[in-house]
């Protein structure tokens, strides 16, 4: 018995909606990074693109745990002396939140080429509206 290893060309991919109001960042996070690589996927190859495309909607309503709102940072370092940036979660929140997601989504993603390739396939909106209804995206559930 051989064991199966799916093609690239054989892969059938889908396209989901997750809304992100009242979810808790992290659980959010592992889940998409699960669907963008195709772990729900009985054909699922680890050397191989098997994802599903996601889209998130209501990114600026999601939620984080304990003291995180007030103490949580994203650093940027731009190489240069004294070039340390440190955005606090409640700015990020305020100005960019689909930042928030993909940062987490991102650090979730393999490293390398592949994870590259697959992180693609992420689309997150601030608000509840998209303009992807003619792919007809299918509401995940969790």
């Known amino acids: 018995m051989r064991s199966f290893v799916a093609k690239p060309h054989e892969v059938e991919r889908k396209w989901y909606?997750?809304?992100?109001?009242?979810?808790?960042?992290g659980r959010l996070s592992?889940?998409?990074a699960s669907i963008l690589r195709g772990k729900k996927k009985p054909i699922f190859t680890p050397h191989?693109?098997?994802?599903d495309y996601v889209i998130i909607v209501n990114a600026e309503k999601v939620e984080v745990t304990g003291n995180k709102r007030d103490e949580k940072t994203y650093d940027s370092y731009s190489g240069y002396p004294g070039g340390l940036k440190k955005v606090p979660f409640k700015v990020m929140q305020?100005?960019?939140?689909?930042e928030i997601?993909?940062?987490a989504v991102r650090g979730m993603m393999p490293k390398g080429k592949l994870g590259r390739e697959m992180y693609k396939k992420l689309r997150v909106y601030a608000g509840p509206e998209h303009?992807?209804?003619a792919q007809q995206p299918e509401v995940w559930n969790f």
């Open 17 to 25: 909606v997750i809304d992100a109001e009242g979810k808790n960042l």
């Open 30 to 32: 592992s889940e998409v």
């Open 48 to 51: 191989v693109d098997c994802g």
């Open 94 to 98: 305020a100005k960019r939140p689909e």
């Open 101 to 103: 997601i993909r940062h």
């Open 131 to 133: 303009n992807h209804q």
